[in-house]
């Protein structure tokens, strides 16, 4: 089983600052996703990166895959409230039909 | 669509009882899934089906049954309840494109479950 490792596994912020979030492994990755999950909600795909030092933007969010595929980052510029959330990365690598998860990175931003 | 609809919302059970979580789709997705989330621990997937009669085990089987007989459904069934099976448990369900690389994961609401 890949291991999925995030960080940090908290983070508090106020409303306007940037953030780092990060998702590594020792394994090799055919695919990375994140997700975004609300509270009482099931998560929600943000966005998929499959080739080695792909960098993918949507609006605020900033996405990278690592050059080797071993790792994924995600940068979030002037940062909401409206951002709070639990953040997860799900990788596949080898044919595997279902991803397995990272265990997230819960998100404050205070107003 | 209704996408990924999972019944009950919420449960409480007893030591020993057993139950039956349902989930259903309305894309005609051939893979299907279910989770546990744990606090701090992420998602975690129990077991999951490839198409209509298929079913594998995923990273945390135990104390679990599935089975997969129609497209759409897949339940998910806790045969004697612990209460270390109390957690929130996602089912979730994409489809096949060919370039599995892109799948995405539909998720369910979640049922939230406390066996005591």
């Known amino acids: 089983t890949q291991l999925l490792e995030q960080s940090p596994q908290f983070l508090s912020i106020q409303e306007g600052e940037n953030l780092t979030v990060y998702c590594n492994s020792s394994?090799?990755?055919?695919?990375l996703q994140w997700y975004r999950q609300e509270p009482g909600e099931g998560p929600v795909l943000l966005v998929t990166?499959?080739?080695?030092?792909e960098v993918k933007k949507l609006k605020r969010l900033t996405f990278q895959f690592g050059d080797a595929r071993k790792d994924s980052s995600l940068h979030i510029t002037a940062a909401q409230p409206g951002d709070t959330g639990l953040y997860l990365c799900?990788?596949?690598?080898?044919?595997?039909?279902?991803?397995?998860f990272g265990r997230g990175t819960s998100l404050i931003v205070h107003p | 669509n209704a996408g990924v609809t999972q019944t009950p919302k919420f449960q409480v059970l007893k030591t020993g009882q057993s139950m039956t979580l349902q989930c259903a789709q309305d894309?005609?997705?051939?893979?299907m899934s279910w989770y546990r989330q744990d606090p701090g621990m992420g998602l975690r997937l129990i077991h999951y089906?490839?198409?209509?009669?298929?079913?594998d085990q995923g990273e945390v089987p135990n104390g679990y049954n599935v089975s997969r007989s129609t497209t759409e459904d897949f339940p998910l069934r806790l045969l004697s309840a612990a209460p270390s099976q109390t957690s929130v448990y996602f089912c979730?369900?994409?489809?096949?494109?060919?370039?599995?690389?892109?799948?995405?994961?539909?998720f369910g609401p979640g049922t939230r479950l406390t066996v005591l």
């Open positions: 990166v499959v080739t080695g030092g």
């Open positions: 089906s490839v198409g209509a009669g298929i079913t």
């Open positions: 894309m005609n997705h051939e893979y």
């Open positions: 394994s090799v990755f055919s695919s």
């Open positions: 979730a369900s994409s489809y096949s494109s060919g370039r599995d690389l892109y799948n995405e994961q539909f």
């Open positions: 799900a990788a596949t690598s080898g044919g595997s039909y279902i991803p397995t």
